[in-house]
T-cell receptor, first 113, second 114 residues
Framework: GAVVSQHPSRVICKSGTSVKIECRSLDFQATTMFWYRQFPKKSLMLMATSNEGSKATYEQGVEKDKFLINHASLTLSTLTVTSAHPEDSSFYIC?????????FGPGTRLTVT | AQSVTQLGSHVSVSEGALVLLRCNYSSSVPPYLFWYVQYPNQGLQLLLKYTTGATLVKGINGFEAEFKKSETSFHLTKPSAHMSDAAEYFCAVSDQASYDKVIFGPGTSLSVIP
């Protein structure tokens, strides 16, 4: 099946700094990708829909100035957590559809100290 | 608005016993329904999905689910639990069969007792 990768798999950053997470579709093109956030032992919360060549669509309650999404190509979307704070620590997962199925990346564990 | 509820945040079964994970949905349009499994610190894997047609859907690893419109349910079953089935299971709903956002339920953690 298709593969979605994420980089890095885990990252630790200091409070106030920014961190970028990459999501790539390795063997298919994805005009749309999705970013989810998952708290420990909780479900996935959809943060935003990333659209290639246009602005992302954010879900209600998600700060678009804090979680910057860029979908610069058909195989790459990036999520930048700006001015990170400890409450931003979480597991971030991206996904993309090929023609049949939605594939999820392995996730990125962000810890803000 | 779409939503998904999963009855029982944690389910324990004995190895070899029936697995039943419950899912109910709410959708204003005919739903597309999914079950995903997540192992610790990993992404999600699709177990099965219902789009149209046959209401009993068979998935990977021996799992199946039945779409019951009258009950707005999509329960997941497996006749005989295996130790490797221990994981987190998420039911999800979407407005479209593909290329659309998917709304997840809260998840059910399955434990399998030897």
């Amino acid at each position: 099946g298709a593969v979605v990768s994420q980089h890095p798999s885990r990252v630790i950053c200091k409070s106030g700094t920014s961190v970028k997470i990459e999501c790539r579709s390795l063997d298919f093109q994805a005009t749309t990708m999705f970013w989810y956030r998952q708290f420990p032992k909780k479900s996935l919360m959809l943060m935003a829909t990333s659209n290639e060549g246009s602005k992302a669509t954010y879900e209600q309650g998600v700060e678009k100035d804090k979680f910057l999404i860029n979908h610069a190509s058909l195989t790459l979307s990036t999520l930048t957590v700006t001015s990170a704070h400890p409450e931003d620590s979480s597991f971030y997962i991206c996904s993309a559809w090929d023609s049949y199925e939605q594939y999820f990346g392995p996730g990125t564990r962000l810890t803000v100290t | 608005a779409q939503s998904v509820t999963q009855l029982g945040s944690h389910v324990s079964v004995s190895e070899g016993a029936l697995v039943l994970l419950r899912c109910n949905y709410s959708s204003s349009v005919p739903p597309y329904l999914f079950w995903y499994v997540q192992y610790p610190n990993q992404g999600l894997q699709l177990l099965l999905k219902y789009t149209t047609g046959a209401t009993l859907v068979k998935g990977i690893n021996g799992f199946e689910a039945e779409f019951k419109k009258s009950e707005t349910s999509f329960h997941l079953t497996k006749p005989s639990a295996h130790m490797s089935d221990a994981a987190e299971y998420f039911c999800a709903v979407s407005d479209q069969a593909s290329y659309d956002k998917v709304i997840f339920g809260p998840g059910t953690s399955l434990s399998v007792i030897p």
